[in-house]
């Protein structure tokens, strides 16, 4: 198994640096108007536009009506947690950021830009976004280390008047949890009673617990491992730990209500559900542990690009219900899932920011969005394209609800604006790369 998946990354890898070689990048900038002579320009710029900047100086708001800021998101990074590679740096970043742009753009119809940043501090990074929002109508933060990732999230969310989201936290944690939604109804229980060992705590798994207990989830009911062991407010390196890390200190105190210490295996006996988003290699879990487990133990195991445990030997120890973040096994945990359907919403709805009921919404329309689940689908699939205006419509009504949007709508309304923009926006793709017009 592992010599196939090695020989079909190899592939990948070099059929990747063909494209890359061939195209030069996989992104660009193209008119949305028809220009059919130099005269048009008049009107497109000098001197005719100056009357629209006139109407935008006074009225801010027209700057959604009248320009791109309404379509447009920054995907922002510093390069130093780049998928597997680590910290790479911003260039090497780039061919990533340009590939998140374009699900970005196909799947949500949004126009993505990716911006790496050559900042030294968090400081510098936050100043550096706050100077280029002007034009951006949202910002995604991409692969940037733990735990200056929660520092930047936290207070760029506090400080911007646009929706600012971190979906190595928040698009994990979103599609998590609706993969969790599913498998509770799959196993009859209820959210309030299961107990979850966290296995790893870093942004997606932080980011979860957050999410989870406002979804109603009981943060007393979970267990965090990181890789000192169980996490627990008599740990010993518990001081240390609120000045290194005061997101996993909080965690460590909030959570683990029976005090569970000691060996790690402690912590999965009679757990009901792991998520684990850790160390990349199998036997990470181990097959004890979840023989351990209550009745009908879910396991979700999202390390890439190997998860912690092979999903047949999960099964093999008594696993139910087993996930991972491969697409070549049933139930893969993608926040690609997530993001492109998130931001069509809040740039519809022109919303001022997202919160974690807007995620809940998010994820409670994803799990809702199969209708047949099973054992082996309990979220949709990368190619449910019609799943994005429908998460879209969700998280835009939503926003609304909360007092977060600048344009209000039924849900009804914003389905249908989605479905246009992200429809229109694929038929522009097929007559781009003249593609046959029969989907």
Not at 57 to 63: H, M, S, T
Not at 222 to 240: A, C, F, K, T
Not at 309 to 327: E, F, H, K, Y
Request: net charge neutral; with cysteine; aromatic share 8%.
């Amino acid at each position: 198994m592992i010599m196939r998946d090695s020989e079909k990354t190899g592939d990948y890898n070099k059929i990747a640096m063909e494209i890359s070689r061939k195209y030069k990048g996989k992104i660009r900038i193209l008119p949305k108007v028809p220009i059919n002579s130099l005269d048009d320009f008049s009107s497109l710029y000098t001197p005719g536009i100056a009357e629209v900047s006139r109407q935008i100086k006074n009225n801010d708001d027209l700057v959604y009506e009248l320009t791109g800021k309404w379509n447009s998101v920054a995907i922002l990074t510093d390069g130093t947690r780049v998928l597997g590679l680590g910290n790479v740096g911003t260039h090497a970043s780039i061919p990533v950021m340009e590939g998140k742009a374009l699900l970005f753009n196909y799947l949500g119809g949004v126009n993505a830009v990716p911006i790496p940043l050559n900042v030294k501090n968090n400081d510098e990074f936050i100043t550096a976004a706050r100077a280029i929002e002007p034009y951006f109508g949202g910002y995604n933060l991409e692969d940037i280390e733990s735990p200056r990732c929660f520092f930047l999230l936290e207070n760029l969310q506090k400080q911007m008047d646009i929706p600012v989201w971190h979906d190595d936290q928040l698009g994990t944690a979103s599609i998590t949890l609706a993969g969790i939604i599913n498998s509770l109804r799959l196993v009859n229980k209820k959210k309030e009673d299961v107990r979850i060992v966290f296995n790893g705590a870093g942004a997606a798994n932080i980011a979860a617990i957050y999410l989870f207990e406002a979804a109603g989830f009981k943060k007393e009911n979970m267990v965090v491992i990181d890789s000192h062991g169980i996490l627990e407010p008599e740990r010993e390196d518990i001081d240390s730990l609120m000045l290194k890390n005061p997101w996993k200190y909080h965690i460590a105190l909030e959570t683990n209500r029976e005090r569970i210490r000691g060996n790690t295996d402690n912590a999965f006996r009679g757990a009901d559900i792991i998520i684990s988003a850790s160390k990349s290699e199998p036997g990470t879990i181990k097959a004890d542990w979840i023989k351990s487990m209550n009745r009908d133990p879910i396991v979700f195991a999202l390390a890439n690009p190997l998860p912690e445990i092979w999903p047949q030997d999960a099964i093999n120890a008594g696993a139910r219900i087993v996930a991972t973040g491969r697409s070549d096994f049933p139930n893969q945990i993608n926040n690609s899932l997530v993001f492109p359907g998130v931001f069509r919403g809040v740039l519809d709805a022109r919303s001022k920011g997202v919160n974690f009921r807007v995620m809940v919404a998010a994820s409670q329309a994803i799990a809702d969005y199969v209708s047949d689940i099973s054992y082996d689908k309990i979220v949709p699939t990368m190619d449910d394209l019609n799943l994005f205006p429908e998460v879209a419509a969700t998280v835009a009504r939503k926003t609304v609800d909360e007092g977060l949007a600048r344009k209000t709508d039924s849900r009804e309304g914003f389905l249908k604006t989605a479905t246009e923009i992200i429809g229109s926006n694929r038929k522009i793709y097929k007559k781009l790369f003249n593609e046959k017009d029969g989907e």
